[in-house]
């Protein structure tokens, strides 16, 4: 299975026994919308909800970040994910959140897993199928296992700084990124990480919201002045649009681009890590 999927091809495939689709739709609070509400509202037939805010480690003060392994575990089971799985992702977000979905299944060991092309929006044009209410499923197993070579800490960031062993990447808007923005969150610090460069998640993708092919995502990547055959940390908010980038490496040849999990929400908050403004 392709890490990209259509809709056509999905449409094909919905029914068959290994198909499991979750739609991870994010919201945050300016978006003034209720992802999980929407869900139930119309979805996708056969689809359960991915929720990024609640499946994260709930005990940390930073937003969405990876949950351990074990609760990962439960809750794909609970949502029936298990083992031979087909997954199919999508999401009806601007924060094309699909993507970290499809990122933190990948990093725990989900073997198939694919991003629906255009998500839910294109779907609902198409005048495709959907259906409401609570899903009712079959709990599965899911062997965990965490590639932790995909994520970084503040620590090896800071590190970082001093060996330069990776290039940074920072999905976050030009505006934003050089500090001439406001930040979304309180006692935060504008600017962005040393060295980092600017490649602003949205620019990868369609007028429709679909993405762009390999060869325009890797002029884009080229573009910002970033090297995809050399090692990249990918970073962003608060490690959801990051994502974006490491599914657009990945659909450009270069799979699993480690994400910063912390983001600008950890290391704009902190008063001792350095931070530039400006291009």
Partial sequence: MTPLVTTEWLAGELGKTDIRVIDASLFLPAH???????????????????????????????????????????RMQALGLGDGSRIIVYDN????????AWWMLTLFGAHEVAILDGGFAKWQSEARAVESGKPIVRHRHFTIWA????????????ENLRIKGEQVVDA????????????PRADIRPGHIPGAK??????????????????????????????????????????????????GAALAGTPKLAIYDGAWAEWGASPTNPVVTGV
Avoid: W
Wanted: glycine share 8%; aromatic share 8%; charged share 25%.
């Fill in 93 to 100: 977000s601007p924060l094309k959140s699909a993507a970290r």
């Fill in 198 to 247: 600017n490649l602003p998640y949205d620019r990868l993708f369609n007028e429709d919201g679909t993405y762009k092919g390999p060869e325009e995502i890797k002029a884009l990547f080229s573009g910002a002045g970033i090297d995809l055959g050399k090692p990249l940390v990918a970073t962003c908010g608060s490690g959801i649009t990051a994502a974006v980038l490491a599914f």
């Fill in 32 to 74: 003034g919308r209720n992802a999980r509400a929407e869900f139930e509202s119309a979805h996708i037939p056969g689809a359960v909800f991915f929720d990024i805010e609640e499946i994260s480690d709930l005990t940390s003060s930073l937003p969405f970040m990876l949950p351990p392994p074990e609760k990962f575990a439960s």
């Fill in 147 to 158: 590639d932790r070579s995909m994520v970084r800490d503040q620590a090896q960031m800071i």
């Fill in 172 to 183: 976050r808007s030009p505006g934003r990124f050089a500090g001439s923005e406001p930040e």
